[in-house]
């Protein structure tokens, strides 16, 4: 019983296109994560929402949309791609602050 | 700007020996300190954990200790191994409410047996 999911864990596209990314967490945690780990390794974040509040939208292209349906969802809206963008995107939920962050399995996009 | 670095991209262990994994942060408002696990095609996985109140941590073969005046922290496991490969990732929490984990780039370990 996976604590938190995402779907798909692949994603090829080509440029231009929109592409969504699913996550869904069953822990009742009341803060989700996005984060984006580059071809440098750094894990960094990209935006937080607690209670499908957003209270952390970092410097990320406004092509990135998160949208939080309710508590335990938080998805990923990406329009236009563009080569650059191709990253492992994970998704991390946690109760409060960010101790103890769960993360999802990854979602490995590439663009081509 | 790097707030948390690990220096050193790789480790390489023989099985039962110590491996002892290193971290360095620069903010000293951070308050909490994880260490996250990450195999291939897998999330991290959440490993040990020290507050700044204190400076060392134990949970089994591993070990955390903490030097707040050295900014620095260090993760020890004995006996490696060979289960132990992965990539370790240090992560500091900074202490405002809705805020997120901050890592460095991660180690790869590797325990050869």
């Known amino acids: 019983d996976t604590a938190v999911s995402q779907t798909p864990k692949y994603l090829v596209t080509q440029m231009g296109n929109d592409k969504s990314i699913k996550c869904e967490q069953n822990?009742?945690?009341?803060?989700m994560y996005w984060y984006k780990q580059d071809s440098k390794k750094f894990l960094k974040i990209m935006f937080s929402?607690?209670?499908?509040?957003?209270?952390i939208n970092e410097t990320v292209p406004n092509r990135f949309s998160p949208k939080s349906p309710d508590k335990a969802h938080l998805n990923l809206h990406i329009n236009s791609l563009e080569l650059g963008d191709s990253a492992v995107y994970f998704c991390?939920?946690?109760?409060?602050?960010?101790?103890?962050?769960?993360f999802g399995q990854g979602t490995r996009l590439t663009v081509v | 700007d790097q707030q948390v670095k690990q220096n050193s991209p790789s480790l390489s262990v023989q099985e039962g020996r110590i491996s002892i994994l290193n971290c360095d942060y620069t903010?000293?408002?951070?308050?909490?300190f994880l260490w996250y696990k990450k195999y291939p095609a897998e999330g991290p996985t959440f490993l040990i954990s020290?507050?700044?109140?204190?400076d060392k941590n134990e949970d089994g073969r591993f070990t955390v200790f903490l030097n707040k005046s050295a900014k620095h922290l260090s993760l020890h496991i004995v006996p490696s191994q060979p289960g132990d490969s992965a990539v370790y990732f240090c992560?500091?929490?900074?202490?405002?409410?809705?805020?997120?984990?901050?890592f460095g780039k991660g180690t790869t370990l590797s325990v050869s047996s």
């Open positions: 991390a939920s946690s109760q409060d602050l960010p101790t103890e962050a769960f």
């Open positions: 822990l009742g945690h009341d803060t």
């Open positions: 929402y607690n209670n499908k509040e957003l209270i």
């Open positions: 903010n000293s408002m951070f308050d909490y």
């Open positions: 020290i507050s700044s109140i204190k």
């Open positions: 992560a500091a929490s900074p202490p405002q409410a809705g805020t997120a984990l901050i």
